[in-house]
């Protein structure tokens, strides 16, 4: 049980996390923190949380849980600024989509990661952001990584697994290097691709035209280059090293598809084609 | 109005087709040709065609309208077994995903193209396939594409278009070069690129362990990778030289965003995501 957690960003994660827990009555009371007041207020209103406070400092003061789900580039300035006023026996944890990064980030603030910190992510999220898109179902069934330190005390690592759980997701752990690369592969990366094609569709100098004659698969293929251009840079700057080494790999294989259309090698195609398609079949609905 | 209308290929394209036909009372009936005895049989038992019949120059004998629904690979080969049975009269149609190659496989078989052939495309579709996935409205609102060439007969192009028309789609018209290259982008292009990724990621040594974290937008992203293989590649291998261009654009601008992330250039990618995502909001939903 939490009593009080205080939220640093409360958008569609932050927000679909304070519903989820509020909601199963694991945490009594949510504080939310961020630069705007606006976007706060009407945090309020819809009830997603029960107060804010405009201080980083003030809004750490009294809560057991603190959650750091903020942009990968904001999570270092939040931590010196709660850096003297979060309680000893706090738990800190974040959300954030590359691990390595927050962990340096964290440890650069408070000089060494402290014992109550838990870096975290949950692998969910939809192509919209917000607290307006915040939804208390955001986590049931989806998993969540925890990749606890050296550093982590048990028992922080105890209430952050329950504080998951109560969400209704399945929490597992793993080091911080085999997240990133995990998800390089299974998350930037695709959204490189996506991204990439959109752009590059539309400077094909017909004048967007082109996209009139997409189908049902295109806009499946491209609903990720919807999401949040802002977090997406941060989150390739922050996992540079793991996602380029499997564009490097991607590409590749790309190159052998590339040849393969060139020379009219249907049984090359096919084979790829094949391999895919049954991977993708065993493994999505 | 069609009396007969013969089908090569009842799959989800023709078999939807002739379920809207049926259904708006634009045809009276409608006869199932393919290589297969149990999937015809199928057919008629889910009300899909009125009849079937294995031999293609019986199967044309009284078709005023002929759709041939095969893959690219097969359209040729039909052609040249209907060639001495088809009515002159009769209109020759064909929803092949790459027009080029289809125009020079039927115009090879007939010896030059026939005044009722009307090339065409309906971009609609699923990832799956056969006629167990056929439904009637899977036409309503979306677009088909007529490539007519010189040779095509006003009359010929009137019936395509109302037949079209009569399933709830919007007809357009465009040249067959066109066509290819604009499919060639939003579609050719996209399929390749998801199939590498899953094959890609499914090569990368974890045993599919990395696809238990891939999250909500990866299974969107690589929904078309369990598109039919051997349709894929017969597309690729049609359209080579169209998927070639675009290709080699998309992976000028993989290399640009590459580099970006390499140099740490935030600025580079948060100005691609940004053009991306805008260009998207504005075409889909």
Redo the contacts between chains.
């Keep these: 049980m939490i009593r009080r957690l205080c939220i640093f960003g409360v958008g569609l994660i932050g927000g679909s996390l304070a519903l989820a827990l509020r909601r199963s009555g694991f945490c009594q009371s949510v504080v939310g923190c961020s630069r705007s007041e606006q976007h706060l207020a009407l945090a309020v209103e819809k009830g997603v949380i029960d107060t804010y406070c405009l201080d980083a400092a003030e809004a750490v003061q009294d809560a057991d849980v603190v959650l750091l789900s903020v942009p990968l580039g904001a999570m270092g300035p939040v931590c010196t600024s709660i850096r003297e006023a979060i309680r000893e026996d706090a738990v800190l944890t974040d959300v954030g989509s590359a691990k390595a990064s927050v962990v340096h980030a964290v440890s650069a603030a408070f000089g060494g990661a402290p014992a109550g910190f838990v870096p975290g992510h949950p ?5 919209r952001s917000g607290v307006e898109a915040a939804f208390p179902e955001l986590f049931e069934g ?2 969540v ?1 925890l990749t606890p330190l050296e550093s982590t005390a048990a028992e922080a690592l105890e209430t952050v697994r329950a504080m998951w759980q109560a969400t209704g997701a399945e929490v597992e752990e793993m080091s911080v290097a085999h997240h990133d690369e ?2 390089a ?3 930037h ?16 100098g ?1 004048r ?1 035209e ?21 977090m ?3 989150i ?2 922050a996992n ?1 090293e793991a ?2 080494k ?2 490097k ?3 590749e ?2 190159d052998a ?2 040849e ?3 020379h ?1 090698d ?1 049984d090359t ?2 084979a ?6 049954s ?7």
């Excluded at 790829?272 to 398609?277: D, Q, W």
Aim: proline letters at 2%; hydrophobic letters at 45%; one cysteine or more.
């Design positions: 692998i969910a999220g939809t192509e989806r998993r990584i995990v998800l592969a299974t998350s990366l695709p959204h490189l691709l996506a991204f990439g094609l959109v752009d590059s569709l539309a400077r094909m017909e967007e082109i996209f009139r004659y997409a189908a049902g698969g295109f806009r499946d293929f491209t609903r990720i280059a919807s999401s949040d251009p802002v997406w840079r941060d390739c700057l540079s996602i380029l499997v564009m790999h991607y590409r294989d790309l598809i590339t393969a259309v060139k009219g249907g195609l096919l790829i084609f094949r391999r895919a398609k991977a993708r079949d065993r493994f999505c609905d």
